[in-house]
Nanobody, 118 residues
Framework: VQLQASGGGLVQAGDSLRLSCAASRRSLRNYSLGWFRQAPGKERELVASVSYNIVSTSYADSVKGRFTISRDNAKNTAYLQMNTLKPEDTAVYYC????????????WGQGTLVTVSS
């Protein structure tokens, strides 16, 4: 699976952004998908994830109620809607996929930078 993340940019606190993760070379239908982020000097963290069948989602406490993960398997694309952005959301955001039955994320996109100014 090849993943292409896009949609990052520079916004002000309180603004919204929608990130996209487009997959190619293989269908995402059998993959869970996660959005991760890594801020300067910090470890990478899992922000949100969605199961392969879109039945379940999960979120980091820091983004609950503000971020929404979704996916369109017909378009082979996943999204991360980010609302009420805060300066602490500033990071490089990555999408990654995990094959059904696997315990690790195996394929990663290149990352897209989100910068939130105060």
């Amino acid at each position: 699976v090849q993943l292409q993340a896009s949609g990052g940019g520079l916004v002000q606190a309180g603004d919204s952004l929608r990130l996209s993760c487009a997959a190619s070379r293989r269908s995402l239908r059998n993959y869970s998908l996660g959005w991760f982020r890594q801020a300067p000097g910090k470890e990478r963290e899992l922000v949100a994830s969605v199961s392969y069948n879109i039945v379940s989602t999960s979120y980091a406490d820091s983004v609950k109620g503000r971020f929404t993960i979704s996916r369109d398997n017909a378009k082979n694309t996943a999204y991360l809607q980010m609302n009420t952005l805060k300066p602490e959301d500033t990071a490089v955001y990555y999408c990654a996929t995990k094959l059904l039955g696997s315990s690790t994320y195996d394929y990663w996109g290149q990352g897209t930078l989100v910068t939130v100014s105060s």
